[in-house]
Nanobody
Framework: QVQLVESGGGLVQAGGSLRLSCAAS???????MGWFRQAPGKERELVAG???????YYADPVKGRFTISRDNAKNTVYLQMNSLNSEDTAVYYC???????????????WGQGTQVTVSS
């Protein structure tokens, strides 16, 4: 069992940056971890994923702007978000999935979500 707790969301101006953190309790050995987001009126979508070995996946809208990283010693995954725009406004959810495929489909574990609001 893995429990995920997100932090770092908030209100930011367009063009600004935020860093989200997701702390995992319990063993996350050989888990892919990542971030989903859900904007108002939209379906939840995968933003980025990272394996325990450091392989990464990024959705096209965030490539070049977001960076996912992982500190295995701290059992924590991060999402550095730069050049934010209004389309990035969403609730961001940390997620974990058994295995090594970084394009996460159906997570086994979810965090509670953290709101990111980008003002123009």
């Amino acid at each position: 069992q893995v429990q995920l707790v997100e932090s770092g969301g908030g209100l930011v101006q367009a063009g600004g940056s935020l860093r989200l953190s997701c702390a995992a309790s319990g063993r996350a050995f050989n888990y892919v971890m990542g971030w989903f987001r859900q904007a108002p009126g939209k379906e939840r979508e995968l933003v980025a994923g990272i394996s325990s070995g450091g392989s990464t996946y990024y959705a096209d809208p965030v490539k070049g702007r977001f960076t996912i990283s992982r500190d295995n010693a701290k059992n924590t995954v991060y999402l550095q978000m730069n050049s934010l725009n209004s389309e990035d406004t969403a609730v961001y959810y940390c997620a974990a999935k058994w295995g090594y495929v970084v394009k996460i489909t159906t997570p086994n574990y979810w965090g509670q979500g953290t709101q990111v609001t980008v003002s123009s």
